[in-house]
C-alpha cells in the first residue's frame, strides 16, 4: 500500500482507453492560461478545451511570477502559444491572507519562511492588472501578444473578462 495507489489504479482503467497518442507538445489551440492551484478550477473543461489544445500554467493564486515568464517565453517560441489568458479567480485563499500572515503560521508550526515571497494578493483586480502588464511589458515576449484577464468564478462557473 502506497499514498497513491488509488492513482495508478485509476491510470491504469486510463491508459486502457488512451486516444491521444498522436498529439504533440504543442498548443493547438495557441493558447497559455496562467491560473490558479485551486482544486476547484477545471481549465480545460471551463474553457471548452481538451488535451492538447493549451497549455496550463498553475501556482498559487495564478500569478506572473518569474517562472511562469521563463515558462511562457518557452511556450511561445517552441511550442505554438499565440495568446494568453491569465485567469484568477473568486474565492481564492491567497486574497483572505497577507504574506505576514503565511509566515506567522509557518513560524508556530517551527518554520521560517521568511526568505519566501508568496506573492499574496490584498486586492486582486490591482493584482490581475500587475500580472498582465508583465507579460505585456515583458522585453522577452512578442510585443503583439494578445494577453487576456478574466477572473473565473467558481460559484457560477462563469468568467468575468476584465477590461484590457
Ligand atoms: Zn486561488
Do not use: W
Given at each position: 500500500?502506497?499514498?497513491?495507489?488509488?492513482?495508478?489504479?485509476?491510470?491504469?482503467?486510463?491508459?486502457?482507453?488512451?486516444?491521444?497518442?498522436?498529439?504533440?507538445?504543442?498548443?493547438?489551440?495557441?493558447?497559455?492560461?496562467?491560473?490558479?492551484?485551486d482544486?476547484?478550477?477545471?481549465?480545460?473543461?471551463?474553457?471548452?478545451?481538451?488535451?492538447?489544445?493549451?497549455?496550463?500554467?498553475?501556482?498559487?493564486?495564478?500569478?506572473?511570477?518569474?517562472?511562469?515568464?521563463?515558462?511562457?517565453?518557452?511556450?511561445?517560441?517552441?511550442?505554438?502559444?499565440?495568446?494568453?489568458?491569465?485567469?484568477?479567480h473568486?474565492?481564492?485563499?491567497?486574497?483572505?491572507?497577507?504574506?505576514?500572515?503565511?509566515?506567522?503560521?509557518?513560524?508556530?508550526?517551527?518554520?521560517?519562511?521568511?526568505?519566501?515571497?508568496f506573492?499574496?494578493?490584498?486586492?486582486?483586480?490591482?493584482?490581475?492588472?500587475?500580472?498582465l502588464?508583465?507579460?505585456?511589458?515583458?522585453?522577452?515576449?512578442?510585443?503583439?501578444?494578445?494577453?487576456?484577464?478574466?477572473?473565473?468564478?467558481?460559484?457560477?462557473?462563469?468568467?468575468?473578462?476584465?477590461a484590457?
Amino acid at each position: 500500500m502506497s499514498a497513491f495507489d488509488d492513482l495508478f489504479a485509476a491510470n491504469a482503467k486510463y491508459a486502457t482507453k488512451f486516444r491521444n497518442s498522436d498529439l504533440t507538445g504543442r498548443a493547438a489551440r495557441g493558447l497559455a492560461v496562467v491560473t490558479c492551484m485551486d482544486s476547484r478550477i477545471d481549465p480545460l473543461g471551463l474553457l471548452g478545451l481538451k488535451a492538447g489544445d493549451a497549455k496550463i500554467l498553475r501556482n498559487a493564486g495564478a500569478r506572473v511570477t518569474d517562472d511562469v515568464l521563463r515558462t511562457l517565453v518557452l511556450a511561445v517560441y517552441l511550442l505554438g502559444v499565440e495568446r494568453v489568458l491569465v485567469m484568477p479567480h473568486t474565492d481564492c485563499g491567497m486574497a483572505k491572507v497577507t504574506d505576514d500572515d503565511v509566515h506567522a503560521l509557518t513560524t508556530s508550526r517551527g518554520v521560517d519562511t521568511r526568505s519566501l515571497d508568496f506573492h499574496t494578493v490584498p486586492d486582486q483586480n490591482a493584482a490581475l492588472r500587475h500580472d498582465l502588464t508583465r507579460i505585456k511589458s515583458s522585453p522577452f515576449l512578442p510585443p503583439d501578444l494578445p494577453v487576456g484577464g478574466a477572473i473565473y468564478d467558481v460559484r457560477t462557473g462563469k468568467l468575468l473578462p476584465v477590461a484590457p
